[in-house]
């Protein structure tokens, strides 16, 4: 795999850069030409090419089960959220509803319970005028 065109084949004054998989570069007669040498030795790496492949796939399928999980999340979130908002605008009006009942009823209400307690004073008082005797 060359960069550029492939002038000549032997290096060119300049020492090569080399990676612990056994590629090596050299510097060409242009400045902007690198030739690649694979290493014999480390010819294994079409296998660590097709590994990487795996992984990206890999990564790539966890990738989309996680946008899925989250659009999945997204939309429980927004069916949660209308749910609280019908459960507010009920409570608020069952709120309104009691608000009322009670302002309506209430004043009678109260004079349910002065009558009940001047009744209970009554029957103390009776209670202890005979009890007396």
Not at 4 to 20: D, E, F
Not at 63 to 82: G, P, R
Not at 116 to 128: D, H
């Amino acid at each position: 795999m060359a960069s550029g065109s492939n002038r000549g084949g032997g290096y060119y004054g300049a020492a090569p850069y080399r990676s612990r998989e056994g590629l090596s570069t050299r510097q060409g007669t242009g400045s902007d030409e690198i030739q690649l040498r694979i290493d014999p030795m480390h010819a294994d790496l079409d296998d660590e090419i097709s590994g990487l492949r795996k992984q990206v796939r890999q990564l790539r399928n966890v990738a989309s089960e996680i946008e899925s999980e989250a659009k999945f999340q997204n939309e429980f979130i927004n069916q949660l959220q209308m749910t609280l908002i019908k459960a507010q605008a009920g409570v608020k009006n069952n709120m309104r509803k009691l608000n009322k009942s009670i302002i309506q009823s209430g004043s009678s209400h109260v004079l349910h319970v002065v009558l009940f307690a001047l009744f209970c004073l009554l029957l103390v008082y009776l209670w202890s005028k005979f009890s007396r005797r």
